[in-house]
């Protein structure tokens, strides 16, 4: 089970870290994404962590501005977000990718997802 948490609102500009908890499973042997979708808007993929390799994937939109990391002693994944525009307001999701064997920031190969936290950029 995943439980994301951490969104608000937040003035253009400005930062957040979103947390990503993982309960009845430990952060090895699989990949956590991070997933955000805007009304109107497919899912799309944020960012990604695999914990098989160490590999960190970031969607174009966000690379520079977002950062993927871990603390596998309290199992969270977070996502620390500056420099927040407009364009960032979505529900974020985390998910779970057990496999590993196709796009690493495409929702078709994330399985478990936990709910959405709310993220609102806006002055």
């Known amino acids: 089970q995943l439980q994301a948490s951490g969104g608000g609102l937040v003035q253009p500009g400005g930062s957040l870290r979103l947390s990503c908890k993982a309960s009845?499973?430990?952060?090895?042997?699989?990949?956590i994404g991070w997933f955000r979708q805007a009304p109107g808007k497919e899912r799309e993929g944020v960012s990604s962590?695999?914990?098989?390799?160490?590999?960190?994937y970031y969607a174009d939109s966000v690379r520079g501005r977002f950062t993927i990391s871990s603390d596998n002693a309290k199992n969270t994944v977070y996502l620390q977000m500056n420099d927040l525009k407009s364009d960032d307001t979505a529900v974020y999701y985390c998910?779970?990718?057990?496999?590993?064997?196709?796009?690493?920031?495409?929702?078709?190969?994330?399985?478990?997802w936990g709910q959405g936290t709310q993220v609102t950029v806006s002055s």
């Open positions: 962590i695999s914990f098989r390799d160490g590999s960190i």
């Open positions: 998910a779970t990718d057990r496999y590993e064997m196709g796009s690493p920031l495409s929702p078709l190969n994330y399985d478990d």
């Open positions: 009845g499973f430990t952060l090895e042997n699989l990949a």
